[in-house]
């Protein structure tokens, strides 16, 4: 177990659909980082939130969103589903936002199917 | 952005060594390489790191070519639990204070009783 969590485990919706995938780091964590992990495209990095503000993008799609509270935990919102959506969608957390050591503890993950 | 080129998958046996390849040819001088693991099912799980020197903790050793331009992960004795996709990254920083992940393919790695 990493310490970190997410919710729902699985998630199925209808293209077009809007949803919401949540992420609680370790506790004692600032940085949330998003990763997209798909059959075609493995692990795709989309996001990274440092206490609350953005700090770094990947191959995030305009329709995808994400932010972090100031309880540290983060939101990726996903809309206009399509069905190349369908994907785990993996959180991660880290102890420092710039750090020489950088381990990053991943989540269980969100399946996200779109049909 | 700079790559990193593995096998697509090795063999070993259980209790015997496995040395795993990562070229990283264009790596720039402050890239760290990392290297992450997935076992079936799971999310990735952190295995070691380093910049310059040799690594080793209770995992696995990091050998580090002295041009750094590849590096070897090495599990010195080979478990059935050990089975993953082992990923080698570069932790590049980009735009200043930033940094991130870029992960390839990685190697399967099959182990056999």
């Known amino acids: 177990d990493s310490g970190v969590t997410q919710t729902p485990k699985h998630l199925i919706t209808a293209t077009g659909q809007r949803v919401t995938l949540r992420c609680s780091p370790r506790s004692g964590d600032l940085s949330v980082y998003w990763y997209q992990q798909s059959l075609d495209q493995g692990l795709q990095f989309l996001i990274q939130y440092y206490n609350g503000e953005e700090r770094a993008k990947g191959n995030i799609l305009e329709r995808f969103s994400a932010q972090q509270f100031p309880d540290l935990h983060s939101e990726l919102n996903l809309s206009s589903l399509e069905l190349g959506d369908s994907a785990l969608y993996f959180c991660?957390?880290?102890?420092?936002?710039?750090?020489?050591?950088?381990?990053?503890?991943f989540g269980p993950g969100t399946r996200l199917t779109v049909l | 952005d700079a790559k990193t080129t593995q096998p697509n998958s090795m063999e070993s046996n259980e209790e015997e060594p496995v040395h795993l390849p990562c070229n990283h040819s264009?790596?720039?001088?402050?890239?760290?390489i990392h290297w992450y693991r997935q076992l079936p099912s799971q999310g990735p799980e952190y295995v070691i790191h380093g910049l310059t020197s040799n690594v080793n903790n209770r995992m696995a050793s990091l050998a580090i070519a002295e041009d750094r331009k590849s590096s070897t992960l090495i599990l010195h004795r080979a478990t059935l639990r050990d089975a993953a996709v082992y990923y080698c990254?570069?932790?590049?920083?980009?735009?200043?204070?930033?940094?991130?992940?870029?992960f390839g393919k990685g190697t399967l790695l099959t182990v056999n009783p």
């Open positions: 264009t790596i720039s001088g402050t890239d760290y």
């Open positions: 991660a957390s880290s102890v420092a936002e710039r750090a020489s050591y950088n381990e990053q503890f």
């Open positions: 990254i570069l932790r590049e920083v980009s735009g200043g204070s930033n940094y991130k992940l870029t």
